[in-house]
């Protein structure tokens, strides 16, 4: 049986945690853009070397060795629409890039919950306050944490807080606006560096969500890994 202190207030992360964000929806709106600017170009390699772009940019954001020498924060929308000036001019394409940027920030907020979240999210809430911590912008953040079911009872994004996890003081932000202790805190999430490692560092007690496993359910060294929030709840039921 898994053990830990009960939690004052469960963290999540949201897309690919509660929210889904499956690659299926990104290949489907490179097609919309090939096809709406005419360009002479297989969407699927339009992706590739796109998203190429996007890893670096995720890559360079944050540096975990030396803070202060960190780039200036850029939005994802700021960052994708860089990514398409890129990507658009090394392939002779035509297009407005912030337009197109903009499109990737609204196909973002279409994104729906997985089927257990709104309902498991309202049981975890008998037990201890919920919130989030996302690298998002606020322009897709909101729309799809409407479609939940739920009402958080704090919401920080990147966008807000001027950094990206697991940059130690998005998290450090969380706790100090909310007046909360870290140890007191449970974060999920579904990447380890992002999420196990920034939650981590500050001293929350960090979950790893893999939706790709089936019913899993494993304690870590460094953290617990379960496959829903189905488990999450089992397991602070018994605590």
């Given amino acids: ?17 509660i929210v889904e964000n499956d690659t299926s929806s990104w290949i489907g709106l490179f097609n919309e853009l090939v096809k709406d600017n005419n360009w002479n170009i297989d ?32 939005s994802y929308e700021e960052a994708w629409s860089d990514c398409f000036e890129k990507v658009l001019d090394n392939l002779n394409l035509k297009g407005n890039y912030n337009d197109l940027a903009r499109k ?22 008998d037990y201890c306050k919920l919130g989030v911590i996302s690298n998002a912008d606020n322009d897709f953040l909101n729309p799809v944490l409407a479609r939940i079911d739920f009402k958080f009872d704090y919401i920080l994004s990147s966008e807000s807080a001027k950094s990206y996890k697991p940059n130690p003081s998005i998290f450090l932000k969380f706790l100090k606006e909310n007046n909360l202790d870290p140890l007191d805190c449970w974060y ?10 920034g939650s981590s560092s500050v001293g929350m007690h960090p979950f790893l969500i893999d939706r790709s496993v089936y019913n899993e359910m494993i304690e870590e060294k460094k953290f617990i890994s379960i496959s829903n929030l189905i488990q999450l709840y089992e397991i602070i039921k018994k605590q």
């Fill in 1 to 17: 049986m898994i053990k830990k202190n009960p939690p004052s207030i469960i963290i999540f992360d949201c897309f690919e945690t």
């Fill in 104 to 125: 990737c920030v609204l196909n973002m907020g279409k994104n729906q919950p997985y089927e257990e979240t709104s309902e498991y999210l309202n049981k975890l809430s």
């Fill in 43 to 74: 969407p699927n390699r339009l992706w590739k070397v796109w998203k190429t772009e996007e890893i670096l940019f995720r890559e360079k954001r944050t540096n975990l060795k030396d803070l202060d020498l960190n780039p200036k924060f850029k």
């Fill in 188 to 197: 999920v999430g579904d990447k380890e560096f992002d999420d196990v490692l």
